[in-house]
């Protein structure tokens, strides 16, 4: 597989749309675009959070993008995405406007429709049919840009994960209480990953990030834009830019066991990798796991010890509820504006952490 790597000190048009240019020269993807194909580009647009927090799409990333298809004659371009809260008009609106996607009014058309579709999946999956949001079932063509992260329950955010925006709203935390472990949600995500099947992969690494990721991490810039086909290889491949133990990480170790990556057929086109790499600060979730370090007659015990759960910071919360829309046990409520947690019930999902805006919840352990 070709794996595309062009350095991009900042976010500059200038600098981007040469680096775009040359990724889709390496990987031929000129041979593929004709006036009437219907192109959809999904960002990450977990929520609605400035462009310069590091926790979504940079909006100039995605203009380069929408540029250089409409230099190819390309018309209809669409950015869809279902953020973590609701999927409707009023919230995918404000996301919009808060994630800088606005200005890109004159490149690309912002989705506004709102309805999903039931897609039957390959035979032998363990899911026989995902719902998935109606303007990814009907593109032609899908270009997957996402954000390189950390991420508080998978360990990593790039191109496999990135698609689980395709299921429709609160319909996400739903699949986590249907999936709860890590090993199911990750087969899970690798059987909607072949689904929704993009053709090309952008991975925003301009500016990345570390730490208690997906939202409440911090920058570690690499200053690059990935680019591949084949994405499940690419995952391989940041994760290791970033210095995690792709094999660590649990959907990228199924997706090599699987046939899906294939690590030992990469082939690097553009320049190369820095050598003053260093590595991502882990989510704490990830952190304080040592399941690993204990022998496995004591592991079910451990585990139970072990386990994490979201402790909430009363001082920084604002009670608005986000965290209790997403959570999927149903175990958050809120009384006189703060958020209350039921430790009873909780699957560890990190939700909750995911979704608030205020980084008012952190990780502890049972033990
Ligand atoms: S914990 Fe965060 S998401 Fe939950 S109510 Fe407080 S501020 Fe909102
Ligand atoms: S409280 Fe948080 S971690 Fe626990 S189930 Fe709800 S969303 Fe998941």
Request: hydrophobic share 40%; charged share 20%; with cysteine.
């Amino acid at each position: 597989m070709i794996q595309t790597l062009y350095l991009v000190p900042e976010y500059k048009e200038e600098q981007i749309y040469p680096a775009i240019c040359k990724s889709m020269d390496a990987l031929s993807i000129k041979k593929d675009m004709h006036p009437d194909l219907k192109v959809v580009i999904k960002p990450n647009l977990i929520m609605a959070k400035k462009p310069d927090l590091t926790t979504t799409t940079h909006p100039l990333v995605i203009k380069c993008v929408a540029r250089w298809l409409r230099e190819q004659g390309v018309k209809n371009i669409t950015l869809a995405e279902s953020s973590g809260g609701l999927y409707n008009a009023d919230y995918m609106k404000n996301v919009y406007q808060v994630c800088g996607m606005i200005d890109l009014c004159e490149d690309l058309s912002l989705n506004m429709d709102f309805s999903a579709q039931t897609v039957n999946t390959r035979e032998g999956f363990s899911n026989h049919s995902f719902h998935i949001i109606t303007p990814i079932v009907e593109a032609d063509y899908i270009i997957n840009i996402c954000k390189l992260k950390t991420h508080a329950m998978t360990g990593y955010s790039g191109g496999i994960k990135n698609l689980f925006g395709t299921i429709p709203g609160l319909e996400k935390p739903q699949m986590h209480y249907r999936w709860t472990d890590i090993e199911s949600f990750s087969r899970m995500l690798l059987e909607l990953a072949q689904t929704v099947n993009p053709q090309l992969t952008i991975i925003d690494a301009i500016d990345a990030m570390e730490g208690n990721g997906p939202t409440g991490g911090t920058s570690h810039p690499l200053h690059m834009i990935l680019a591949a086909k084949d994405f499940y290889t690419q995952d391989y491949f940041a994760a290791k830019l970033m210095k995690l133990d792709p094999m660590n990480i649990v959907m990228i170790r199924q997706a090599v066991e699987s046939g899906l990556a294939k690590p030992d057929e990469i082939t690097l086109a553009g320049d190369e990798i820095p050598d003053n790499l260093t590595p991502f600060q882990v989510p704490d979730t990830i952190k304080l796991d040592f399941s690993g370090k204990i022998p496995a007659i004591l592991l079910p015990i451990a585990k139970r010890l072990l386990k994490s759960y979201p402790q909430l910071n009363a001082d920084l919360c604002v009670g608005c509820g986000k965290c209790a829309e997403s959570c999927p046990a149903k175990i958050i409520t809120i009384k006189k504006r703060k958020a209350h947690f039921k430790k009873k019930g909780c699957i560890s999902c990190f939700c909750c952490q995911e979704m608030c805006p205020m980084k008012a919840i952190s990780v502890k352990k049972a033990l």
